[in-house]
């Protein structure tokens, strides 16, 4: 398909294991960014990658949690030693843009539903 | 102070009425602004973008106040399909430009 894919759709994993989200973005956008959202609650973000540029990882709220990109595809978040506070939904976006400026919409993918038992 | 503040409402209107949202950004040099909505259980969707002269698409109407640091979405004859939470966005320019959301606005068209 030509939109985000995320996968997997829905996780159910027990507290102290660790997970791994993976997040195909559309072909040619060079942004991809990571965000978490609790039931109710806003977007957090976690974690922005542009082209080549280091990551900008000011999101990540501890050092459980890491993410990498290959080139411009495949991005995968890792959670290590999961906690019941790391139940949300993980949504993965791309987007294009032109001088460092987005220029273009952001598009999400359908997110990860993770369930920490 | 957050980067982007909106009131989570819920703002409950009755079908045809006009409402409008508000969202404050603290980071002068933001860049670019958007409004997404986001149904329930969903991913946010792109609504509209924002320019410094104002747009209007349909019902909707964006404007955006670099002076006050403020972005408002007006919806026009509000449908019950309207209902959804409506999001505040804002690029921080700079070395990166990372999309930074409110938190949202809540909107429930009541028949």
């Known amino acids: 398909g030509a939109g985000v894919s995320q996968s997997p759709s829905n996780k159910v994993t027990e507290k102290g294991k660790d997970v791994e989200l993976r997040c195909d973005p559309i072909?040619?956008?060079?942004?991809l960014y990571w965000y978490r959202q609790r039931l109710g609650q806003g977007l957090e973000f976690l974690i922005y990658?542009?082209?080549?540029?280091?990551?900008?990882k000011s999101g990540l709220p501890s050092d459980r949690f890491s993410a990498e990109r290959t080139g411009e595809s495949v991005s995968t978040l890792t959670i290590q030693r999961t906690q019941q506070e790391d139940s949300a939904v993980y949504l993965c976006?791309?987007?294009?843009?032109?001088?460092?400026?987005?220029?273009?919409?952001?598009?999400f993918g359908q997110g990860t539903r993770l369930t920490v038992v | 102070r957050k980067e982007v503040e909106q009131d989570p409402g819920p703002f409950n209107v009755p079908e045809g009425a006009t409402v409008a949202f508000n969202c404050t950004y603290s980071n002068s040099a933001s860049q670019s602004f958007f409004w997404y909505r986001q149904d329930c259980r969903k991913e946010p969707k792109l609504l509209m973008s924002?320019?410094?002269s104002g747009n209007e698409d349909g019902r909707f109407t964006a404007q955006l106040n670099r002076a006050s640091q403020y972005i408002s979405l007006l919806i026009r004859d509000s449908k019950l399909s309207d209902s959804a939470t409506y999001l505040c966005?804002?690029?921080?320019?700079?070395?990166?430009?990372?999309?930074?959301f409110g938190t949202g606005t809540l909107l429930a068209v009541q028949p």
């Open positions: 072909s040619g956008h060079t942004a």
């Open positions: 924002v320019y410094s």
């Open positions: 976006a791309s987007s294009s843009h032109r001088d460092r400026v987005l220029r273009t919409e952001a598009f």
């Open positions: 990658f542009q082209g080549n540029s280091a990551p900008d």
């Open positions: 966005v804002v690029t921080i320019g700079g070395a990166t430009n990372k999309l930074i």
